[in-house]
């Protein structure tokens, strides 16, 4: 088979690991195909290699295809979300201004309870409190917004800025913003260098968000279903690879090289081992599956998922003119999903839409092998997103 | 009389600024207003009302300006990344010399092309230029690393440079890998047993 190079853009962060270890562990060369990695300094100029065809595939936020699809931002350029990249794995933080004004108020920053979390944030004296994310369409706004809407934070006064990930530190540090959510390593960094404490991970508002997606263009999966499949079961394998706790010693080693993350791999570890530092006088916290790249079907692209982002977004931005989320919900790929995964060990949920937030313990589902476990996927407020009614 | 258009370049760096304010006040009438990195920078070129906003495509800075292209955003009138179909590639050519636009919805391409077609030139020769510096720089770390694998192998194997670089390539070359990274890992193995 003759290898053909395939060019994908990532953002520098440790859920861009199954693509990274797709061409690093060979993966991607048993499918005969070799990955032109290529680091993006912004998503907005990443966004922008997919549409205009400098690359032919990104690791990307799962909000962004379906925002386009809903005509909102620049580029309208149809895009397509072939498999879930990862599952989870933001954190939410404060500035060390915050961080000792919450300290003072004896809060205990048990890094799981966001009800304690917002009841203490709600109580300092803070005037505005302006949080960072990464980009205005992201998983981290609409934890945000949902975090928010379901607390005493609800009526404060919060302003939510875009702030590029690797400047989240220095923006912390400038007092720019007072708070923030993004992605691993990037808390971390800011534990690290001093300027901040985590308070949340992302998985404790919604326990299992699709964060970022294998997304490619619409027309470019339509002409290539050969090259596709194997780039999809290439990043599928490595999802899986890296789904074996004996091997997050290797996958840090491997991000942390200068080309990729540059970033010490004993800091990257962190988010995959889930044994997050939260201050820098040195707390420890333990979060069971902080990221997920394979457990319990966490690559397959639910529609419901897709549902849920394009009704929040609709109920912030407005919605377009003949807004269908059934319609727009189909960039969730979950059709090619099944027609390129069939070959692999990949079992394939029987349905392709659930009711989000129902499932509370490890739950055996009907899938196309019969060995189908979903995990938890509650909101922490206990409500359910049913795809047919929205919210 | 048509009015002047209005461009925000955002650039740090005040050479490549004032190169590239000079390249546009040259060829069109135009206003032109150069902002550098900050946190607040979606309000600054709001203060300004642009009808085109230039941004350098490598700089991270840029999804704080995503937030121009949300109607709710800081400019009452929203802002699109330029992809006009009447004004040919122009897209496609930006993004290739690593220059984004942002350009006020309805404005005529024929009165962005001149601007853009000046940016698109000027960020190219920046680009080439930084992109011949990164690979001098790479060349010459490149050189210190293989001088310090080849002092190795002379103060070890008691033999002269020239065959400290011939066993360097023959190693390469038998494990398929650049003489750089073979020095490298000579290096880094010398500096852990040292």
Same mark, same amino acid.
């Given at each position: 088979?003759?290898?053909?190079?395939?060019?994908?853009?990532?953002?520098? +962060?440790?859920?861009?690991?199954?693509?990274?270890v797709?061409q690093?562990?060979?993966?991607?060369?048993?499918?005969?195909?070799?990955?032109?990695?290529?680091?993006?300094?912004?998503?907005?100029?990443?966004? !922008?290699?997919?549409?205009?065809?400098?690359?032919?595939a990104? *690791?990307?936020?799962?909000?962004?295809?379906?925002?386009?699809?809903?005509?909102?931002?620049? &580029?309208?350029?149809?895009?397509?979300?072939?498999?879930?990249?990862?599952?989870?794995?933001?954190?939410?933080? &404060?500035g @060390?201004?915050? %961080?000792?004004?919450l300290? %003072?108020?004896?809060?205990g920053? =048990?890094?799981?309870?966001?009800?304690?979390?917002?009841?203490?944030?709600s109580?300092?004296?803070?005037?505005?409190l302006?949080f960072? &994310?990464?980009f205005?369409?992201?998983?981290h706004?609409?934890?945000?917004r949902?975090?928010?809407?379901?607390? @005493?934070?609800?009526?404060a006064d919060i302003v939510i800025?875009?702030?590029?990930?690797?400047?989240m530190?220095?923006a912390?540090?400038?007092?720019?913003? !007072?708070?923030?959510?993004?992605?691993?390593?990037?808390?971390?960094?800011?534990v690290?260098?001093?300027?901040?404490?985590? +308070?949340?991970?992302?998985?404790s508002?919604?326990?299992?968000?699709?964060? @970022?997606?294998?997304?490619?263009?619409?027309?470019?999966?339509?002409?290539e279903? !050969?090259?596709?499949?194997r780039?999809?079961?290439?990043?599928?394998?490595?999802?899986r690879?890296?789904?074996?706790?004996? #091997?997050?010693?290797?996958?840090s080693?491997?991000?942390?090289?200068?080309?990729? +993350?540059?970033v010490?791999a004993?800091?990257?570890?962190?988010?995959l081992?889930?044994?997050?530092?939260?201050?820098?006088?040195g707390?420890?916290?333990?979060?069971?599956?902080?990221v997920?790249?394979? =457990?319990?079907?966490?690559?397959?692209?639910?529609r419901?998922?897709?549902?849920?982002i394009? *009704?929040?977004?609709?109920?912030f *931005?407005?919605?377009?003119?003949?807004?269908?989320?059934?319609?727009?919900?189909?960039?969730?790929?979950?059709?090619?999903?099944?027609?390129?995964?069939?070959?692999?060990a990949?079992?394939?949920?029987?349905?392709?839409? @659930?009711v989000?937030?129902?499932?509370?313990?490890?739950?055996?589902?009907?899938?196309?092998?019969?060995?189908l476990?979903? +995990?938890?996927?509650?909101?922490f407020d #206990?409500? &359910?997103? =049913?795809?047919s009614q929205?919210? | 009389m048509?009015?002047?258009?209005?461009?925000v370049?955002?650039?740090?760096?005040?050479?490549?600024?004032?190169?590239?304010?000079?390249?546009?006040?040259?060829?069109e009438?135009?206003e032109?207003f150069?902002?550098?990195? $900050?946190?607040?920078?979606?309000?600054?070129?709001?203060?300004?009302?642009?009808?085109?906003?230039?941004?350098?495509?490598?700089?991270?800075?840029?999804?704080? /300006?995503?937030? /121009?292209?949300l109607?709710s955003?800081?400019?009452?009138?929203?802002?699109?990344?330029?992809?006009?179909g009447?004004?040919?590639?122009?897209?496609?050519a930006?993004?290739?010399?690593?220059?984004s636009a942002?350009?006020?919805?309805?404005?005529?391409?024929?009165?962005?092309?001149?601007?853009?077609?000046?940016?698109?030139?000027?960020f190219?020769?920046?680009?080439?230029?930084?992109n011949?510096l990164?690979?001098?720089?790479?060349?010459?770390?490149?050189r210190?690393?293989i001088?310090? $694998?080849?002092? /190795?192998?002379?103060?070890?194997?008691g033999?002269?440079?020239?065959?400290?670089?011939?066993l360097?390539?023959?190693?390469?070359m038998?494990?398929?890998?650049?003489?750089?990274?073979?020095?490298?890992?000579?290096?880094?193995?010398?500096g852990?047993?040292g």
């Amino acid at each position: 088979m003759k290898t053909v190079t395939l060019s994908a853009a990532y953002m520098p +962060l440790v859920d861009a690991a199954p693509l990274i270890v797709a061409q690093e562990m060979g993966f991607a060369e048993t499918e005969g195909i070799a990955l032109d990695l290529i680091a993006a300094p912004s998503w907005s100029s990443l966004r !922008d290699m997919l549409a205009f065809g400098r690359v032919d595939a990104a *690791h990307m936020l799962s909000p962004i295809p379906i925002a386009m699809a809903m005509q909102l931002g620049g &580029v309208a350029t149809p895009l397509s979300a072939v498999s879930v990249m990862s599952v989870n794995g933001n954190v939410i933080g &404060v500035g @060390k201004a915050l %961080e000792q004004e919450l300290r %003072e108020q004896g809060f205990g920053f =048990d890094f799981a309870d966001p009800f304690a979390a917002a009841e203490a944030l709600s109580k300092t004296r803070s005037r505005t409190l302006t949080f960072g &994310v990464p980009f205005p369409f992201s998983m981290h706004v609409e934890l945000l917004r949902y975090w928010f809407g379901a607390t @005493k934070l609800r009526d404060a006064d919060i302003v939510i800025r875009t702030v590029p990930p690797p400047l989240m530190a220095s923006a912390l540090a400038a007092g720019d913003v !007072d708070a923030f959510c993004v992605g691993e390593p990037w808390g971390s960094v800011a534990v690290e260098q001093g300027v901040g404490a985590l +308070l949340l991970p992302g998985c404790s508002i919604w326990s299992f968000a699709p964060e @970022k997606v294998l997304a490619t263009r619409t027309d470019w999966a339509d002409m290539e279903p !050969d090259l596709l499949g194997r780039l999809m079961r290439s990043v599928w394998r490595a999802g899986r690879w890296l789904a074996e706790p004996a #091997r997050r010693g290797t996958a840090s080693e491997l991000l942390s090289r200068k080309n990729y +993350l540059d970033v010490p791999a004993e800091v990257i570890d962190r988010a995959l081992t889930g044994q997050l530092t939260i201050s820098s006088r040195g707390d420890q916290r333990d979060v069971p599956r902080f990221v997920e790249f394979h =457990d319990g079907a966490a690559s397959f692209p639910w529609r419901s998922q897709a549902k849920w982002i394009a *009704h929040r977004l609709a109920q912030f *931005h407005g919605s377009p003119d003949g807004f269908d989320a059934d319609v727009v919900s189909q960039v969730f790929r979950s059709d090619l999903y099944r027609r390129h995964l069939a070959s692999t060990a990949s079992d394939l949920p029987g349905a392709s839409e @659930k009711v989000e937030g129902t499932i509370r313990t490890e739950m055996p589902v009907a899938s196309a092998r019969g060995g189908l476990t979903l +995990l938890p996927d509650t909101f922490f407020d #206990r409500r &359910v997103f =049913d795809p047919s009614q929205g919210e | 009389m048509q009015k002047k258009l209005t461009v925000v370049v955002v650039e740090e760096d005040r050479d490549r600024a004032i190169g590239i304010v000079d390249a546009l006040k040259e060829a069109e009438d135009c206003e032109v207003f150069v902002i550098g990195n $900050a946190s607040s920078l979606a309000r600054k070129i709001a203060a300004h009302a642009p009808d085109i906003v230039l941004v350098d495509v490598d700089n991270p800075t840029r999804d704080m /300006l995503e937030e /121009l292209t949300l109607a709710s955003g800081p400019l009452d009138r929203p802002v699109a990344m330029f992809v006009s179909g009447a004004a040919g590639g122009l897209a496609q050519a930006a993004i290739e010399a690593g220059v984004s636009a942002y350009v006020v919805d309805g404005l005529r391409p024929e009165r962005v092309k001149p601007v853009m077609d000046i940016a698109i030139a000027r960020f190219a020769m920046v680009r080439q230029m930084r992109n011949e510096l990164a690979e001098t720089r790479r060349a010459l770390e490149e050189r210190k690393v293989i001088d310090r $694998a080849k002092g /190795l192998l002379m103060k070890a194997k008691g033999v002269d440079e020239d065959a400290a670089y011939a066993l360097l390539r023959k190693t390469a070359m038998d494990q398929g890998r650049k003489v750089v990274d073979v020095a490298e890992a000579l290096v880094t193995a010398a500096g852990l047993l040292g």
